[in-house]
T-cell receptor
Framework: DGGITQSPKYLFRKEGQNVTLSCEQN?????MYWYRQDPGQGLRLIYY???????QKGDIAEGYSVSREKKESFPLTVTSAQKNPTAFYLC????????????FGEGSWLTVV | QKEVEQNSGPLSVPEGAIASLNCTYS??????FFWYRQYSGKSPELIMF????GDKEDGRFTAQLNKASQYVSLLIRDSQPSDSATYLC?????????????FGSGTQLTVLP
């Protein structure tokens, strides 16, 4: 089945550690996105990529990094510079056509311990 | 002013009633508007999108758009307990040379049996 797969679903990070969240899609979508959601809040854009080997910062990129070496993959690294990383992270993708909606993966819960 | 604003709720309606969810947006150039439903602990799923002024109906859901007033709403008729969720309004907002889908903070709806 086509879709967006995020892993792991739950992740615990110690203070000072970097962690990487995986996002893979087999929808042949051009654009991919990472959002962060805090309890009771909306989604905030971290990074997005419209095409392979290119990505742009969103509203809250500090403390995060991404890569887009393949069309199917858009991993997010939460670095130790991100001071408050505990949140629900959502990966999404969209075709290149204007107006098309975005579709979400199931999300990854990151908790700092 | 937030770029996409929703009443945070919570909104409670009795089963069988009409639930009305509202959203205002700041970018007059936005052309498409999306409503997502998010159950607790899950990722958002698209339920409606609308491009043109007026109403769009899909089953028990009706999206209403008024571009002049920069206002979009979602009506849920014959509300069911299974409709209890957070509803997110999303609008492409101009950001540099592109438009990025920007989400409101969501309205939490509870349908009481």
């Amino acid at each position: 089945d086509g879709g967006i797969t995020q892993s792991p679903k739950y992740l615990f990070r110690k203070e000072g550690q970097n962690v990487t969240l995986s996002c893979e899609q087999n929808l042949n979508h051009d654009a991919m996105y990472w959002y962060r959601q805090d309890p009771g809040q909306g989604l905030r854009l971290i990074y997005y990529s419209q095409i392979v080997n290119d990505f742009q910062k969103g509203d809250i990129a500090e403390g995060y990094s991404v890569s887009r070496e393949k069309k199917e993959s858009f991993p997010l690294t939460v670095t130790s510079a991100q001071k408050n990383p505990t949140a629900f992270y959502l990966c999404a993708s969209r075709t290149g056509q204007t107006g098309n909606t975005i579709y979400f993966g199931e999300g990854s819960w990151l908790t700092v311990v | 002013q937030k770029e996409v604003e929703q009443n945070s709720g919570p909104l409670s309606v009795p089963e069988g009633a009409i639930a009305s969810l509202n959203c205002t947006y700041s970018d007059r150039g936005s052309q498409s508007f999306f409503w997502y439903r998010q159950y607790s602990g899950k990722s958002p799923e698209l339920i409606m999108f609308i491009y043109s002024n007026g109403d769009k109906e899909d089953g028990r859901f009706t999206a209403q758009l008024n571009k002049a007033s920069q206002y979009v709403s979602l009506l849920i008729r014959d509300s069911q307990p299974s409709d209890s969720a957070t509803y997110l309004c999303a609008v492409p907002i101009s950001s540099g040379s592109a438009r990025q889908l920007t989400f409101g903070s969501g309205t939490q709806l509870t349908v009481l049996p």
